[in-house]
């Protein structure tokens, strides 16, 4: 016997959780999302809905601000680069030795 598919939901935060779970005010991820250094989805009721790994984008952007002491443009280049970063030690570990040179070099 066979079971039916039953859609599936991708997990998400609203916008009280990822305060919670990042440990600022929700004005504060509200203005994350504005400047668009931290993603959201607005439903049909116009709530927002952010992935899982928002309340960590938000703390990475405060400690940003905080440590370094950088403005929200330079922020949202900075976290532009570490995703670029990311895609390229990826691609590195993919690349076997000996076998083929990786087009960074």
Sequence with gaps: ???PLL???PPRLDLGMVAVA???HPE???RFVELGLVPARTDASGRLWFAPDAPEQVRRVV???ADLALN???IALVIDLLAR???LEGRRTIVRPGRE???WR
Excluded: C, K, N, Q
């Design 85 to 87: 970063i990311d895609v």
């Design 7 to 9: 859609p599936v939901i």
């Design 22 to 24: 990042s440990g600022v």
């Design 28 to 30: 504060l991820v509200l």
């Design 101 to 103: 040179t990786p087009p």
């Design 63 to 65: 400690r940003l601000h």
């Design 72 to 74: 929200y443009a330079a």
């Design 1 to 3: 016997m066979s079971s």
